[in-house]
């Protein structure tokens, strides 16, 4: 079993950064895509973006390209989401996912994920 943990999320003005950082339970990340998800309140949980296993290939939400970036540690086993220019529409609980080395953008592909942190954007 594999548990996830994420941490970094709080309340911060438009235009400012959060980091979230995402720790495993054990050495699981060196073997699986990771993603991070978000859900807003009244709405379905979607994907923002992921990072294949060694980190060659990334993907993200069309509307925080630019303004986010995933990374990951494997000998730490955490993964991380930089996010700056945070606007008010970023707010959400913001999870980290495991999956395979096939998983994408389908939430359906990830089997593991945290509990979720709450990131919080003020106008």
């Known amino acids: 079993q594999v548990q996830l943990a994420e941490s970094g999320g709080g309340l911060v003005q438009a235009g400012g950064s959060l980091r979230l950082s995402c720790a495993a339970s054990r050495r699981t990340l060196s073997t699986t895509t990771m993603g991070w998800f978000r859900q807003a309140p009244g709405k379905e949980r979607e994907f923002v973006s992921a990072?294949?296993?060694?980190?060659?290939?990334?993907y993200y939400l069309a509307s925080v390209k630019g303004r986010f970036t995933i990374s990951r540690d494997n000998a730490k086993n955490t993964v991380y989401l930089q996010m700056n220019s945070l606007k008010p529409e970023d707010t959400a609980v913001y999870y980290c996912a495991a999956g395979s080395p096939a998983s994408s953008t389908n939430p359906n592909q990830y089997n593991y994920w945290g509990q979720g942190t709450q990131v919080t954007v003020s106008s």
């Open positions: 990072i294949s296993i060694f980190g060659g290939d990334t």
